[in-house]
């Protein structure tokens, strides 16, 4: 495994400084369906066209999680940049938008099973289209913290990207996280080759399966701790198991998971990794900041859609 522990330890933020993210806006298309998908023919579904994106999730769930200035960097089309700008603005988002003259909003299909897990068909569109041209120091102007979309080092110009404000960050020492995004897109795109790219970070926030291929191993207590000795500090999604909190080669916490019954879990990682980052800018430590991204987790998986309610949202 590549990896090594170098740059600043991720300690607790400021109060009141900005989280910048950049990552990804998509157009999410959440079909959930009640019975088991019937091939050949027609499954009942209630179909749903919402806003999305892992990088934009993070955004929307940190700042309703009391994150006071929440920037977000991405690349959309032109089809649906006014949409997905409004969108973010009422969720207290401040975008930063590049709409691209060739591609269109990335879009994901999301099949949600009845258990709440599912599955999805992406179309990247104009999210791995982010350059580095598209970057500028000044987005880091009174960050607290940087956050990067894992699904940006899955193409070349958006690794770039990715990496020009990686290393923007770590030359002003702002703590730097990334969340992998997608254990399916690493094993194509290369295990030793994804953690190359995303060296340096200071907080690494997988999810179980992400971890376990990561590592190569299994157990979710062994995979996170192994993945310690290459970040400083690592929390890992369980879903309804919780998470863990790694650090120097050890799992130094466990925390339990709030209970929730599952409607949709599309954005119940997302809406951790927000409320983690927002109560980090907040000054708590891993620990504590890790049960706000449960509780958020929890709320999260109990309506449609990845996104946090708005007041004027209609019920789940």
């Excluded at 955004?59 to 006014?82: F, K, Q, Y």
């Excluded at 997608?182 to 200071?202: H, P």
């Excluded at 971890?211 to 310690?228: Q, W």
């Excluded at 339990?256 to 409607?263: C, D, I, K, L």
Aim: net charge neutral.
């Amino acid at each position: 495994m590549t990896g090594t522990r170098t740059g600043t330890r991720d300690g607790a933020g400021t109060a009141g400084a900005a989280l910048l993210v950049v990552g990804d806006v998509v157009t999410d298309v959440v079909a959930r369906h009640r019975t088991p998908l019937a091939p050949a023919t027609d499954t009942a579904a209630r179909i749903a066209t919402l806003p999305g994106g892992a990088g934009a999730n993070v955004a929307c769930w940190a700042a309703r999680s009391g994150a006071r200035d929440v920037r977000l960097l991405a690349r959309v089309g032109a089809d649906a940049a006014g949409l997905h700008e409004r969108a973010l603005r009422g969720a207290g988002v401040r975008p930063h938008l590049v709409t691209d003259p060739e591609a269109p909003t990335g879009t994901v299909v999301s099949l949600v099973g009845p258990d709440g897990e599912r599955t999805f068909l992406t179309d990247s569109g104009a999210v791995l289209r982010l350059s580095a041209a598209d970057w500028s120091d000044g987005l880091l102007a009174g960050a607290g913290r940087l956050h990067v979309s894992g699904y940006l080092f899955f193409g070349d110009a958006s690794r770039t990207a990715a990496r020009a404000a990686m290393e923007a960050a770590r030359a002003r020492s702002v703590p730097v996280s990334i969340d992998p995004a997608s254990a399916g897109f690493i094993a194509r795109f290369g295990v030793d080759r994804f953690l190359e790219a995303v060296a340096g970070a200071d907080t690494f926030l997988p999810n179980h399966d992400e971890a376990a291929l990561l590592t190569g191993l299994p157990e979710p207590a062994d995979a996170a701790a192994k993945l310690s000795r290459h970040f400083p500090l690592v929390v890992c999604t369980q879903g309804a198991g919780g998470a863990l909190v790694a650090s120097c080669g050890e799992v130094v916490a466990r925390v339990p998971a709030e209970p929730a019954t599952a409607v949709d879990t599309t954005g119940a990682g997302d809406a951790f990794t927000g409320a983690f980052l927002a109560a980090r800018l907040a000054g708590q430590g891993p620990v504590a900041a890790a049960r706000q991204g449960c509780r958020a987790g929890a709320e999260a998986v109990t309506r449609l859609g990845a996104r946090p309610a708005l007041p004027h949202d209609p019920p789940p």
